[in-house]
């Protein structure tokens, strides 16, 4: 059995070498998986199902590939791609998970996140991320015409990169009592996110139990993350060096 997990790839038409990273992982590791889950981040921008360029359409056909080979994909959406819908998920066979899920990884229980509702200490951001995930605003910006979605998206990147320019560092890390929380709300000792692009292994104490929250990294042109589980062992964070 191996389990494989990995998030914040920002995948776009603009950075070639991790799109091609990601496809030599498909066929070198993932269709050997029993399960491969994304934490969201996949993609830079997604501006809709309705919109696929030839770029889009390669990203899904590899993953309906490894799908179609036995490997069972799940998706968790981020905060650049929460307008990935059911057309994406029939067209690739992943199945869509709610952010945050307690899923069963070798003999344990997990907590997963894509993370950015963790950051509660950006007020900004959370405003803007309550917005985003409402089921409304979403089939309002879906109607709109594909030039306008286009548009809106690359505004909300420059927007964002502005932002965060002019954040502490720790504004736009979690928030340790909400670690806490959500871990103790869900009854869990592992929990595994993205989005902060802080890989590591944090030590935990929760309600006097040791736990552990693990954070992926994300992916750049020579180098990628990914969290590894087999035999129902320990979920081991891993670099891999492209």
């Known amino acids: 059995m191996t389990i494989r997990l990995i998030s914040d790839l920002h995948l776009h038409a603009g950075a070639p070498e991790i799109a091609e990273n990601f496809l030599r992982y498909l066929d070198e590791r993932g269709r050997h998986a029993e399960a491969l889950y ?13 919109y696929l360029g030839e770029f889009e359409t390669r990203i899904m056909a590899a ?22 819908g059911e057309g994406f998920a029939q067209a690739t066979g992943v199945t869509l998970l709610p952010d945050p899920s307690v899923v069963t990884l070798g003999d344990q229980c997990v907590l997963l996140m894509h993370g950015d509702s963790l950051c509660t200490r950006d007020e900004a951001y959370m405003q803007f991320r309550g917005m985003a995930r409402d089921p409304q605003w ?79 990294g994300d992916w750049q042109p020579h180098q990628g993350w990914e969290i590894l589980i087999e035999a129902n062992g320990t979920p081991a964070l891993t670099r891999l060096d492209f």
């Open 38 to 50: 994304i934490l969201g981040d996949f993609f830079e921008a997604w501006i809709g199902d309705d």
């Open 63 to 84: 993953l309906r590939k490894v799908s179609d080979s036995g490997t069972r994909l799940y998706f968790m959406h981020g905060n650049r791609d929460f307008l990935i």
């Open 138 to 216: 979403q089939a309002q910006i879906l109607a709109m015409p594909v030039e306008q979605r286009l548009e809106l998206a690359r505004n909300l990147r420059s927007q964002s990169g502005e932002a965060n320019s002019n954040k502490a560092e720790d504004i736009m890390d979690v928030t340790p009592d909400e670690v806490v929380r959500e871990m103790t709300q869900h009854g869990v000792y592992t929990l595994i996110h993205g989005h902060t692009h802080r890989p590591a292994v944090h030590e935990l104490d929760i309600d006097g139990e040791p736990a552990r929250r693990i954070v992926l």
